[in-house]
């Protein structure tokens, strides 16, 4: 039986059938997709990476650029990260306000 984690992500607590298009955490992983204020990315793809990347260091175990720097996904601890904290640390990051920065948390990895 599967039961719901937040976000709309399902963790397994009893073996049960998968079911097609969910997204199952078992290790409290969740992934989000950050889009940072698209004329931020264009002044330093390079640096904003580089700089998204170390502050996620720490609680993300996974990340990606998209290869035009748009939008970064990081699939991190789910007790440290949620919505909140990802825009907090992405906007401090880059020395922007908070409304500069979108973030999602994926409840598919699909399409992304």
């Known amino acids: 039986m599967a039961t719901m984690i937040s976000g709309g992500v399902t963790g397994r607590a009893n ?16 992934a989000f997709l950050v889009n940072p204020d698209a004329a931020i990315v264009a002044t330093a793809l390079t640096d904003t990476a580089t ?9 993300g175990a996974m990340f990606q650029v998209k290869s035009d720097g748009g939008s970064i996904i990081i699939i991190g601890d789910g007790h440290a990260l949620d919505v909140d904290i990802v825009t907090r640390r992405a906007a401090n990051v880059l020395n922007v306000a908070a409304a500069a ?12």
């Open 15 to 30: 073996p049960a059938p998968i079911a097609a298009g969910t997204l199952y955490s078992t290790l409290q992983l969740k």
């Open 51 to 59: 700089r998204l990347a170390e502050e996620f260091g720490t609680t």
């Open 101 to 112: 920065v979108t973030v999602t948390q994926l409840t598919s990895l699909y399409g992304v």
